[in-house]
Protein backbone atom coordinates (compact mmCIF):
# COMPACT_ATOMS: atom_id res chain seq x y z
CA UNK A 1 0.00 0.00 0.00
CA UNK A 2 1.40 3.07 -1.06
CA UNK A 3 1.98 5.64 1.97
CA UNK A 4 2.67 9.64 1.81
CA UNK A 5 3.79 11.25 4.67
CA UNK A 6 4.15 15.33 4.85
CA UNK A 7 5.98 17.01 7.71
CA UNK A 8 5.63 19.15 9.26
CA UNK A 9 1.61 18.94 9.21
CA UNK A 10 1.86 22.40 11.13
CA UNK A 11 4.23 25.26 10.70
CA UNK A 12 4.48 28.62 11.62
CA UNK A 13 6.97 30.87 11.04
CA UNK A 14 8.16 34.41 10.66
CA UNK A 15 8.11 36.74 7.36
CA UNK A 16 11.44 36.64 5.89
CA UNK A 17 12.47 33.24 6.94
CA UNK A 18 13.07 30.03 4.86
CA UNK A 19 11.53 26.98 5.62
CA UNK A 20 10.80 23.46 3.79
CA UNK A 21 8.12 21.07 3.81
CA UNK A 22 8.95 17.41 3.03
CA UNK A 23 6.66 14.34 1.32
CA UNK A 24 7.99 11.62 1.74
CA UNK A 25 5.82 8.33 0.03
CA UNK A 26 6.74 4.49 0.13
CA UNK A 27 6.67 3.20 -3.22
CA UNK A 28 8.44 4.08 -6.51
CA UNK A 29 6.62 6.77 -8.23
CA UNK A 30 7.85 9.06 -10.76
CA UNK A 31 5.38 11.79 -10.70
CA UNK A 32 4.16 14.39 -7.74
CA UNK A 33 2.11 16.99 -7.53
CA UNK A 34 1.87 19.74 -5.16
CA UNK A 35 -1.26 21.69 -4.65
CA UNK A 36 -2.15 24.68 -1.95
CA UNK A 37 -5.59 24.80 -0.58
CA UNK A 38 -6.14 28.41 0.85
CA UNK A 39 -8.67 28.21 4.05
CA UNK A 40 -12.78 27.20 2.89
CA UNK A 41 -11.37 27.12 -0.76
CA UNK A 42 -10.41 24.51 -3.05
CA UNK A 43 -7.11 23.14 -4.21
CA UNK A 44 -4.73 24.70 -6.80
CA UNK A 45 -2.38 22.88 -8.79
CA UNK A 46 1.43 24.43 -7.96
CA UNK A 47 4.18 22.02 -9.25
CA UNK A 48 4.10 19.07 -11.47
CA UNK A 49 7.21 16.77 -10.95
CA UNK A 50 7.72 13.78 -13.57
CA UNK A 51 11.18 12.56 -13.30
CA UNK A 52 13.84 12.74 -11.03
CA UNK A 53 15.58 15.80 -10.22
CA UNK A 54 12.61 17.78 -11.33
CA UNK A 55 12.83 20.95 -10.12
CA UNK A 56 10.06 23.86 -10.46
CA UNK A 57 9.87 27.33 -8.49
CA UNK A 58 7.50 29.74 -8.80
CA UNK A 59 8.26 33.00 -6.69
CA UNK A 60 9.14 32.35 -3.16
CA UNK A 61 8.39 28.30 -3.66
CA UNK A 62 10.75 25.78 -5.49
CA UNK A 63 9.78 22.20 -6.04
CA UNK A 64 11.89 19.10 -5.92
CA UNK A 65 11.54 15.51 -6.57
CA UNK A 66 14.34 12.54 -6.02
CA UNK A 67 12.47 9.44 -6.61
CA UNK A 68 15.39 6.98 -5.68
CA UNK A 69 14.73 8.84 -1.82
CA UNK A 70 11.59 8.57 -2.54
CA UNK A 71 11.47 12.40 -1.58
CA UNK A 72 9.64 15.51 -2.47
CA UNK A 73 10.49 19.10 -1.04
CA UNK A 74 9.09 22.25 -1.03
CA UNK A 75 11.20 25.51 -0.03
CA UNK A 76 9.88 28.23 1.22
CA UNK A 77 12.30 31.16 0.33
CA UNK A 78 11.99 34.52 2.67
CA UNK A 79 7.98 33.72 3.48
CA UNK A 80 5.44 36.50 3.00
CA UNK A 81 1.90 36.35 4.84
CA UNK A 82 0.38 35.86 1.06
CA UNK A 83 2.02 31.97 1.48
CA UNK A 84 -0.07 31.53 4.30
CA UNK A 85 -1.93 28.12 3.09
CA UNK A 86 -2.06 24.01 3.43
CA UNK A 87 0.15 22.60 0.86
CA UNK A 88 -0.78 19.38 -0.82
CA UNK A 89 1.68 16.41 -2.17
CA UNK A 90 0.22 13.83 -4.43
CA UNK A 91 1.59 11.03 -5.60
CA UNK A 92 1.03 8.94 -8.92
CA UNK A 93 0.95 5.16 -9.02
CA UNK A 94 1.89 4.49 -12.50
CA UNK A 95 -0.77 2.13 -12.92
CA UNK A 96 -3.83 3.89 -11.19
CA UNK A 97 -6.14 6.07 -12.06
CA UNK A 98 -5.87 8.26 -8.72
CA UNK A 99 -3.21 10.09 -7.16
CA UNK A 100 -2.57 9.45 -3.54
CA UNK A 101 -2.32 12.31 -0.96
CA UNK A 102 -0.41 13.41 1.59
CA UNK A 103 -2.44 14.96 4.84
CA UNK A 104 -1.28 18.49 4.08
CA UNK A 105 0.59 20.91 6.01
CA UNK A 106 -0.95 23.93 7.23
CA UNK A 107 1.62 27.24 6.99
CA UNK A 108 0.97 30.05 8.85
CA UNK A 109 3.13 32.99 8.28
CA UNK A 110 3.18 35.65 10.73
CA UNK A 111 3.98 39.41 9.82
CA UNK B 1 -9.93 28.25 -19.41
CA UNK B 2 -10.67 24.99 -18.52
CA UNK B 3 -13.26 23.89 -15.38
CA UNK B 4 -14.72 21.84 -13.23
CA UNK B 5 -17.92 22.72 -12.22
CA UNK B 6 -19.65 21.73 -9.08
CA UNK B 7 -23.32 23.26 -9.19
CA UNK B 8 -23.93 24.03 -5.52
CA UNK B 9 -20.94 25.94 -3.15
CA UNK B 10 -23.17 25.94 -0.66
CA UNK B 11 -25.96 23.48 0.90
CA UNK B 12 -28.13 22.68 3.78
CA UNK B 13 -29.93 19.63 3.91
CA UNK B 14 -32.21 17.64 6.33
CA UNK B 15 -31.14 14.71 7.93
CA UNK B 16 -32.97 11.52 5.74
CA UNK B 17 -32.91 13.72 2.68
CA UNK B 18 -31.86 12.55 -0.46
CA UNK B 19 -29.02 14.84 -1.91
CA UNK B 20 -27.18 15.20 -5.34
CA UNK B 21 -24.00 16.48 -5.90
CA UNK B 22 -23.28 17.64 -9.14
CA UNK B 23 -19.46 18.08 -11.39
CA UNK B 24 -19.02 18.93 -14.45
CA UNK B 25 -15.77 19.14 -16.35
CA UNK B 26 -15.41 20.55 -20.05
CA UNK B 27 -11.85 18.72 -20.43
CA UNK B 28 -12.74 15.65 -21.86
CA UNK B 29 -11.16 13.67 -18.61
CA UNK B 30 -11.76 10.08 -18.69
CA UNK B 31 -11.05 9.81 -14.67
CA UNK B 32 -13.45 11.79 -12.28
CA UNK B 33 -13.15 11.63 -8.41
CA UNK B 34 -15.37 12.24 -5.22
CA UNK B 35 -13.36 13.20 -2.25
CA UNK B 36 -14.42 15.04 1.34
CA UNK B 37 -12.46 16.87 3.55
CA UNK B 38 -12.27 16.89 7.16
CA UNK B 39 -10.11 18.97 9.59
CA UNK B 40 -7.60 16.70 10.46
CA UNK B 41 -8.59 14.16 8.16
CA UNK B 42 -7.40 15.11 4.45
CA UNK B 43 -8.72 14.43 1.54
CA UNK B 44 -10.59 10.93 1.53
CA UNK B 45 -11.86 9.42 -1.29
CA UNK B 46 -15.35 7.82 -1.68
CA UNK B 47 -15.75 7.16 -5.29
CA UNK B 48 -13.81 7.52 -8.54
CA UNK B 49 -14.78 7.01 -12.34
CA UNK B 50 -12.37 6.28 -14.84
CA UNK B 51 -15.51 6.28 -17.91
CA UNK B 52 -18.70 6.45 -18.82
CA UNK B 53 -20.97 4.31 -16.20
CA UNK B 54 -18.03 2.68 -14.74
CA UNK B 55 -17.00 3.52 -10.70
CA UNK B 56 -15.03 2.51 -8.23
CA UNK B 57 -14.93 2.74 -4.54
CA UNK B 58 -12.54 4.82 -2.73
CA UNK B 59 -12.24 4.46 1.23
CA UNK B 60 -15.22 5.63 2.29
CA UNK B 61 -18.11 5.04 0.03
CA UNK B 62 -20.79 3.76 2.57
CA UNK B 63 -23.81 6.26 2.79
CA UNK B 64 -22.97 7.43 -0.61
CA UNK B 65 -23.23 6.35 -4.48
CA UNK B 66 -22.42 8.08 -7.75
CA UNK B 67 -23.85 8.28 -11.62
CA UNK B 68 -21.71 8.70 -14.37
CA UNK B 69 -24.23 8.78 -17.78
CA UNK B 70 -22.17 11.13 -19.48
CA UNK B 71 -18.15 11.60 -19.34
CA UNK B 72 -18.69 15.16 -18.44
CA UNK B 73 -20.65 14.64 -15.42
CA UNK B 74 -19.86 12.91 -12.28
CA UNK B 75 -22.81 12.73 -9.70
CA UNK B 76 -22.10 11.95 -6.13
CA UNK B 77 -25.71 10.77 -4.12
CA UNK B 78 -26.22 10.84 -0.64
CA UNK B 79 -29.13 8.09 -0.14
CA UNK B 80 -30.31 9.39 3.26
CA UNK B 81 -28.06 12.05 4.42
CA UNK B 82 -27.35 12.11 8.25
CA UNK B 83 -25.09 14.11 9.91
CA UNK B 84 -21.61 12.90 10.15
CA UNK B 85 -22.03 13.56 6.10
CA UNK B 86 -21.70 17.30 6.89
CA UNK B 87 -18.29 17.74 5.00
CA UNK B 88 -16.11 19.62 2.83
CA UNK B 89 -16.72 17.76 -0.99
CA UNK B 90 -14.40 18.25 -3.40
CA UNK B 91 -14.82 17.00 -7.24
CA UNK B 92 -11.76 16.49 -8.85
CA UNK B 93 -10.87 14.96 -12.90
CA UNK B 94 -7.59 14.32 -14.87
CA UNK B 95 -6.72 12.93 -18.03
CA UNK B 96 -5.85 9.26 -17.99
CA UNK B 97 -2.18 7.94 -17.03
CA UNK B 98 -0.85 11.99 -16.71
CA UNK B 99 -1.44 15.06 -15.12
CA UNK B 100 -2.40 15.64 -12.00
CA UNK B 101 -6.16 16.32 -10.89
CA UNK B 102 -8.32 19.68 -11.66
CA UNK B 103 -10.31 20.86 -8.62
CA UNK B 104 -14.05 22.15 -8.93
CA UNK B 105 -15.05 24.59 -5.70
CA UNK B 106 -16.40 22.56 -3.12
CA UNK B 107 -19.66 22.36 -1.98
CA UNK B 108 -19.56 22.74 1.74
CA UNK B 109 -22.41 20.53 2.84
CA UNK B 110 -24.52 21.11 6.14
CA UNK B 111 -26.95 18.12 7.32
CA UNK B 112 -29.20 19.58 10.08
Known amino acids: ELKVEQNPLFLSMQEGKNYTIYCNYSTTSDRLYWYRQDPGKSLESLFV???NGAVKQEGRLMASLDTKARLSTLHITAAVHDLSATYFC???????????WGAGTKLIIKP | DVKVTQSSRYLVKRTGEKVFLECVQD?????MFWYRQDPGLGLRLIYFSYDVKMKEKGDIPEGYSVSREKKERFSLILESASTNQTSMYLCASRVSGFGGYTFGSGTRLTVV
Open chain 2, 27 to 31: MDHEN
Open chain 1, 49 to 51: LLS
Open chain 1, 90 to 100: AVDLNSNYQLI
